[in-house]
T-cell receptor, first 112, second 112 residues
């Protein structure tokens, strides 16, 4: 079953613009992670935010987490054509379960 | 590069056959998880192995089974293949107690 839902499902922007992706989830979590996938291949880990954190930065990435709303957002600033990929949020749940529960993903296209 | 490799990259099987997919994790990563990703969907957790024992399982039937070996390699076995088993199969490894999972490039399985 899917936990996270990314929004929008697809986004097309011009190079240099910012891209914001949102993720909503249903149950309590231990952490939330964002991954990138190029052309249906392996997932690349981008950033992890724990349930007691509200914001985190990594290079051009900024992620926020609002546990009261059960939502997260990923901001990619100054986008590049190479950022074109599918992006997934995944939740790591409480209670010792260490599996990741993924959303359906969001397709980002950055036009040169 | 995540240091996680998978073989083969592509595989075609017919319904009813059996398949073995392989994964080689990073040295020191004693936890490996397997995920199934259908086209257009997010990855779904199959199961997790820690120190050669299964210690978590998703909503998959018993014909999906696995093995983990002391040399940080692992296998996913699927018996009695069905058409719906066509998907990208991803393995992910991590050190026990850490949260970030490192994914391999996946094996794309087509069942005819």
């Amino acid at each position: 079953s899917q936990q996270g839902e990314e929004d929008p499902q697809a986004l097309s922007i011009q190079e240099g613009e910012n891209a914001t992706m949102n993720c909503s989830y249903k149950t309590s979590i231990n952490n939330l992670q964002w991954y990138r996938q190029n052309s249906g291949r392996g997932l690349v880990h981008l950033i992890l935010i724990r349930s007691n954190e509200r914001e985190k930065h990594s290079g051009r990435l900024r992620v926020t987490l609002d546990t009261s709303k059960k939502s997260s957002s990923l901001l990619i600033t100054a986008s590049r054509a190479a950022d074109t990929a599918s992006y997934f949020c995944a939740t790591g749940n409480q209670g010792g379960s260490e599996k990741l529960v993924f959303g359906k993903g969001m397709k980002l296209t950055v036009n040169p | 590069e995540t240091g996680v490799t998978q073989s083969p990259t592509h595989l075609i099987k017919t319904r009813g056959q059996q398949v073995t997919l392989r994964c080689s994790s990073q040295s020191g990563h004693n936890t490996v998880s397997w995920y199934q990703q259908a086209l257009g969907q997010g990855p779904q957790f199959i199961f997790q192995y820690y120190r050669e024992e299964e210690n978590g399982r998703g909503n998959f039937p018993p014909r999906f089974s696995g093995l983990q070996f002391p040399n940080y390699s692992s296998e996913l076995n699927v018996n009695a293949l069905e058409l719906d088993d066509s998907a990208l199969y991803l393995c992910a490894s991590r050190e026990q107690g850490t949260e970030t999972q490192y994914f391999g490039p996946g094996t794309r399985l087509l069942v005819l």
